[in-house]
């Protein structure tokens, strides 16, 4: 008997102790004490009742007197009692005297009542135990098969999906396809030397179609495919994870070859030299070295590939990044333009489109979206077009969508008329300084409608093309275009509010890894301060280096303040040049609440 079938055994015997105790109490503090008790007189009050003629019938046991008692008058009111039976050698005499009918009564077994004293106790705890069992075992997860899998075995043809169903990802699906070919055919492989890959992480951004790549590889593989979150292997209990890992692999074993996949896997995978206090061996490290034990241990696992998927690369502990590990890491990246492209198509497959409605145009100008979002952009359209009682989805459905996802839902609220007159100089500001300068983003629209993240305008800019790095001229042009709001309210107001918040926080970003990142400022130089794991997909986790010098960490402090008044400086300098134009946008943003690019073209004429 093993570790863990003992503490199964020792659970379900402490269980059983209770039951037994909770049993004894019944019996023998309720069901004994109500039956002997009820109607309970004592022995002068039964004499009384017999002298006076009241008992009309005695039943003898062997340590109780059982009577029935009735007066003349009262025939219907029939009452019984019951007497502890004393030594009386004259009863028998005294109930022959008395006219009073009696009978004695065979001695039985006092078996029955001490059983039922038992059963009826343990009845209810043995129901409860066995729908509380039945209830825990659905799914495999009951307390007997804790320790089991939870991974889920599915076929092919069940999920529906192919490679084919997935777009804006070639370079994954490729390195995806040669491992279900190696599979398939592993001598076309093994004929040169290539050994089969342990291995392969799918790293990449939320949304960008990891998980959608995982049920691909299984709707096109001839393999059993198991797939399970990394969250499903921990518990409360110690040891749980560990003896699932070992359960998930001894059934791969058993169907290789075949395909594992772990979504979210940094769940357990975290490095162990965060996790926990120092010197703790906590239920996540335990699995984590089943896992890393399985997955290129002593024991070989021929056959069975391990697929994993995760946003937080950076987590990972190096022991599971090696090779002979997952020895392939592909990066699903966000899409590019054709990738967009053909998500779009892929998404609008079942969707009635509009003559006006160009798909190439919207993939041009969704730079930086992820499959999910192209995903919730048709679904949105198609919802706005059902709403408008539209007969196809148009393309204003789609720059709506698009709006409701970059900006939120916009909110039905008035605003004061000096609110509104701030808020229309301060997005009219942030979309001049975009205009009047050549290497921004173009502007699409701008609003002051209210909208439900917080903000009370926003100005939309809208890429051409995808943008793989950037300038130090473009950055500076970028944090120019985030402070013209503000800028705008100092020029026109002479003062700022708390509009500008979130622009602030967006510019000291990027400014200060200009300075700790990119080498961008000749006071500090080109050198990296920076943590070397200092951002990851989900953004920023880290700081600056632990070897960083306190007259090194003031120079960073001022070199950002001086890069973020620089960009403050230059939209200043735009706006009053301009500040005609800008006076024209804000009025007519205050008077018809949006205005597009081309309305800001015919204002502003050719940037300066």
């Not at 093994?190 to 939320?206: D, F, I």
């Not at 700790?516 to 990851?536: D, H, I, K, Q, W």
């Amino acid at each position: 008997m093993d570790k863990r079938q003992r503490k199964q055994v020792q659970f379900s015997a402490v269980y059983l102790i209770i039951a037994l105790v909770v049993a004894w109490l019944f019996q023998a503090l309720i069901f004994q004490p109500m039956v002997i008790r009820w109607s309970e007189v004592p022995y002068s009050k039964f004499l009384e009742d017999l002298d006076a003629g009241n008992i009309k019938e005695v039943q003898l046991t062997q340590d109780r007197i059982l009577y029935t008692c009735c007066s003349d008058a009262e025939e219907k009111n029939v009452r019984s009692y019951n007497v502890v039976r004393v030594d009386d050698p004259d009863l028998i005499e005294r109930l022959v005297t008395a006219g009073v009918t009696f009978a004695g009564e065979a001695p039985t077994n006092a078996a029955l009542p001490m059983l039922l004293g038992w059963i009826i106790p343990l009845l209810p705890l043995v129901l409860i135990w066995f729908f509380y069992l039945r209830r825990m075992g659905q799914g495999g997860a009951g307390v007997m098969s804790i320790g089991k899998s939870r991974a889920k075995e599915i076929q092919g043809e069940r999920t529906g999906i192919k490679f084919a169903d997935v777009g804006g990802v070639d370079e994954a699906s490729f390195e995806l396809q040669e491992i279900i070919a190696f599979l398939k055919d592993p001598k076309r492989f093994t004929r040169l030397g290539a050994k089969l890959p342990k291995g392969v992480l799918l790293v990449g951004p939320p949304g960008t179609g990891k998980t959608l790549l995982a049920k691909a590889t299984a709707g096109e593989a001839d393999v059993p495919f198991f797939s399970i979150s990394g969250s499903d292997f921990v518990e409360m209990f110690v040891g749980v994870g560990a003896a699932r890992v070992r359960d998930l692999f001894e059934q791969a074993k058993a169907k290789a070859p075949c395909i594992v996949f772990i979504d979210e896997i940094d769940a357990i995978g975290q490095s162990r030299a965060t996790v926990g206090a120092i010197g703790t061996n906590d239920e996540r490290e335990q699995t984590l070295n089943q896992l890393l034990s399985e997955m290129d241990g002593f024991e070989s696992n021929q056959g069975v590939i391990i697929m994993a998927a995760t946003n937080r690369p950076e987590v990972l502990d190096q022991a599971l990044l090696r090779p002979g590990r997952f020895d392939r890491q592909v990066q699903v990246g966000l899409p590019t333009e054709q990738g967009r492209l053909e998500i779009l198509k892929i998404h609008t497959k079942k969707v009635t489109l509009a003559e006006d409605a160009h798909l190439d145009r919207i993939a041009r100008v969704t730079a930086g979206f992820s499959g999910a979002d192209l995903a919730n952009i048709v679904n949105e359209a198609a919802l706005l077009a059902v709403r408008s009682e539209h007969a196809a989805v148009t393309m204003d459905d789609f720059d709506l969508a698009i709006e409701r996802v970059v900006a939120g839902l916009q909110r039905k609220m008035r605003l004061k008329p000096e609110v509104r007159r701030r808020v229309a100089y301060h997005e009219g500001g942030h979309a001049l300084v975009a205009y009047l300068q050549p290497d921004t983003d173009p502007v699409h629209k701008v609003s002051i409608v209210p909208t439900s993240k917080g903000a009370l305008g926003y100005t939309m800019q809208m890429p051409d093309e995808d943008t793989y790095l950037l300038s130090k001229r473009e950055l500076e042009e970028r944090m120019a275009v985030m402070l013209g709001g503000r800028a705008a309210e100092l020029l026109v107001f002479e003062d700022t509010s708390t509009g500008a918040s979130n622009d602030l926080e967006r510019v000291t970003d990027i400014a200060r890894r200009m300075v700790t990142e990119f080498g961008m400022t000749e006071a500090l130089g080109p050198v990296r301060y920076a943590n070397p794991a200092s951002t990851g997909y989900l953004g920023q986790i880290g700081g600056l280096r632990q070897d960083i010098s306190p007259e090194t960490a003031r120079l960073i402090d001022q070199e950002t303040r001086n890069i973020v008044e620089g960009a403050q400086r230059n939209a200043l300098q735009l706006l009053k040049q301009h500040r005609q134009a800008l006076d024209v946008i804000a009025d007519t943003l205050q008077e018809h609440e949006v205005i597009n690019a081309e309305e800001i073209a015919a204002i502003v004429g050719s940037p300066a």
